[in-house]
C-alpha cells in the first residue's frame, strides 16, 4: 500500500538530501509509525492479560527491537542469532519466547541458558530437552496445524498433511504428562495457523482450538494451562485500496472470547500472546533505491541499484510490493519491470508495473518492506546486503546497520587450515592445523 501518509510528509521533503548524504539503496524505517502501531497493539487488547512477542525474524535489528521493547513488547526467536539480537534489545528471560522447531542441542542450550520461554515443538525436541537435566517449570507445547480445522491461506505454514511445525492434537496429552513428570508445572499452548490473514475470524478459530485443549489437558492431567499463543500472521494491506487489518476489533473479539471460556468452564483466564512481526514493522519500512539504467527489450526495464538480494519476497512469492517514483506524480506512467542487478531473471521488484516514467538518478521507492525485507536478504552471486536507516520523530535519521561489503563476505574464507589427513595418514595434529 502507498506508504503512510505521515511517513511520505516526513520523509519525501528529505529523501534527496538523506539518499545522498547515505548513498542508496536502503531500507528506511519509521519510528514513529512503529511505535504507533505498539501503542495501538496495547489499546486493542487494553483489559486482556496479553502481551505481544515481536517476532525478530521480520526485522532483527536491535535498535528496532528496542523501540518495540519500549512499549512492553517481548521477543520470539528461534536461533542463536535472534537471541543475541533480542539481547542487544535488552530483553531478558521470559522476555523471550523462543519457538523451537528441528532445534539443534546446542541452540535448545542456548536458549535455557537465556532463560527463554521455550515453546516446544515435537515430542523428539521434548525428549532431547529432558536429557540435559531438570527442564524449565515453564513450557509451551505448540501445536500441529491439523489440531485447528480451518484451511488458511498463506500456504508457508503447510496443510495438515505438509506442515512441519508442531505436536499433532492427539498426542498432546502423552506429551504434557511427560512433561509434568520431569518437573514441569506451568504449561502454555501454541498454535500459529496462517500467514497474512486479514480478519479475525481464523484467529477466534485457533483460540477456540487452543481453549478446548485447555479444558482436555485440566481434565487428563490436572493442569491448567496458563498462556495460549496463537502466533504471528496477521496481514498487512500491500496493494493499494486494501482494507486494514481491524485490531481493535480483533482483540476485542479475542478478549471476549476468552472472557466467555473462563466464565463457562470455571477455569482461570490463561494470559493471550501473540508473536506478530510483519503487523508491527512491515507497513513502515521502505526500500529507497535510484534508478541506473533505462533498457528496453520486449519490455521496458527500469534496472535499480537494489534487487532480489534486498527484498526477496516478489522474487520469492510473486509478492506485490507498491513502488512509486520520488516526485514522478504528475509524470506520464509506463509499464515496466524494476530490476537489479543479479544473474537471475527473477531478480525483480515489480513486474509489468504502471509506474511514472523514472529516469536515471531518480529514486524509486518500494513500499511496506518493514518486515521480511533487509532479514530475507542473501549474498548469492556476491551482492551485497544493504544499509538500513531510521526515520527519528524529530527528521533526524541515523544509519543502524552500515552496508555489507566484499571484506565482509570474504571474512569466512580466514580461518586455521584443517585437513583431513586421509585414512593412510593416521591423525596428525600437526597436519590438521597450520
Ligand atoms: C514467522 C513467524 C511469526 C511472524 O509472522 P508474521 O507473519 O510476520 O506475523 C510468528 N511466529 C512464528 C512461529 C513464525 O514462524
Known amino acids: 500500500m502507498p506508504m503512510n501518509p505521515t511517513l511520505a510528509a516526513r520523509f519525501e521533503p528529505i529523501a534527496r538530501d538523506v539518499a545522498d548524504h547515505f548513498g542508496t539503496p536502503f531500507h528506511l524505517y519509521d519510528e514513529r509509525g512503529i511505535e504507533e502501531t505498539c501503542k495501538a497493539f496495547a489499546d486493542a487488547f487494553a483489559g ?35 537471541l543475541a539480537a533480542a539481547a542487544i534489545a535488552g530483553a531478558t528471560g521470559e522476555d523471550i519466547c ?11 542450550i542456548a536458549a535455557l541458558d537465556a532463560g527463554a520461554l521455550i515453546t516446544i515443538d ?20 505448540r501445536l500441529h496445524p491439523s489440531a485447528s480445522d480451518s484451511t488458511l491461506p498463506g500456504g508457508m505454514l503447510g496443510d495438515a498433511e505438509s506442515a512441519k511445525f508442531g505436536i499433532p492434537a492427539d498426542r498432546l496429552v502423552p506429551a504434557v504428562t511427560l512433561a ?35 479444558v482436555l489437558l485440566r481434565q487428563r492431567t490436572g493442569v491448567a494451562v496458563s498462556s495460549v499463543n496463537i502466533g504471528g500472521g496477521i496481514g498487512i494491506p500491500y496493494r493499494p485500496g486494501e482494507q486494514p487489518f481491524d485490531l481493535k476489533g480483533f482483540g476485542a473479539a479475542l478478549g471476549d472470547q476468552l472472557q466467555r471460556w473462563a466464565a463457562d468452564t470455571g477455569q482461570r483466564q490463561p494470559r493471550l ?3 506478530s512481526g510483519r503487523a508491527v514493522t512491515g507497513p513502515h519500512g521502505i526500500l529507497v533505491t535510484r534508478v541506473i539504467h533505462r533498457m528496453h527489450k520486449a519490455r521496458t526495464m527500469i534496472g535499480v541499484d537494489a534487487g532480489m538480494s534486498a527484498l526477496m519476497r516478489p522474487a520469492l512469492y510473486g509478492a506485490y510490493h507498491h513502488v512509486t517514483v520520488l516526485d ?52 548469492y552471486n556476491g551482492r551485497l546486503r544493504p544499509q538500513e536507516l531510521l526515520l527519528h520523530d524529530d527528521g533526524t535519521v541515523s544509519r543502524i546497520r552500515r552496508a555489507e561489503t566484499v571484506a565482509d563476505q570474504q571474512v569466512t574464507l580466514k580461518f586455521p587450515a584443517s585437513v583431513f589427513p586421509g585414512p593412510d595418514n593416521g591423525p596428525d595434529p600437526e597436519l590438521c592445523w597450520t
Open 273 to 275: 500472546h501473540l508473536e
Open 48 to 82: 486482556t492479560d496479553f502481551r505481544e512477542f515481536f517476532a525478530v525474524k521480520a526485522l532483527p535489528n536491535p535498535a528496532i527491537l528496542a523501540v518495540v521493547a519500549r512499549h512492553g513488547f517481548g521477543f520470539d526467536a528461534s536461533s542463536p542469532a535472534e
Open 328 to 379: 514522478g506524480q504528475a509524470r506520464p506512467t509506463e509499464v515496466a519491470d524494476v530490476v537489479g542487478s543479479l544473474c537471475e531473471n527473477n531478480d525483480k521488484l515489480a513486474v509489468q508495473r504502471e509506474i511514472p516514467r523514472a529516469d536515471v538518478g531518480d529514486l524509486v521507492i518500494v513500499h511496506d518492506t518493514g518486515a521480511h525485507g533487509w532479514s530475507m536478504g542473501f549474498t
Open 98 to 108: 523462543f519457538t523451537s522447531n528441528n532445534t539443534p542441542v546446542d541452540e535448545m
Open 180 to 214: 509434568l513428570a520431569h518437573g514441569v508445572e506451568d504449561v502454555g499452548l501454541h498454535l500459529m495457523r496462517g500467514s497474512e490473514l486479514m480478519h479475525a475470524e481464523p484467529f477466534s478459530r485457533t483460540l477456540a482450538t487452543l481453549l478446548d485443549l485447555a
Open 122 to 141: 515435537d515430542e523428539a525436541v521434548l525428549e532431547r530437552l529432558l536429557t540435559l537435566g531438570p527442564p524449565p517449570k515453564r513450557l509451551v507445547f
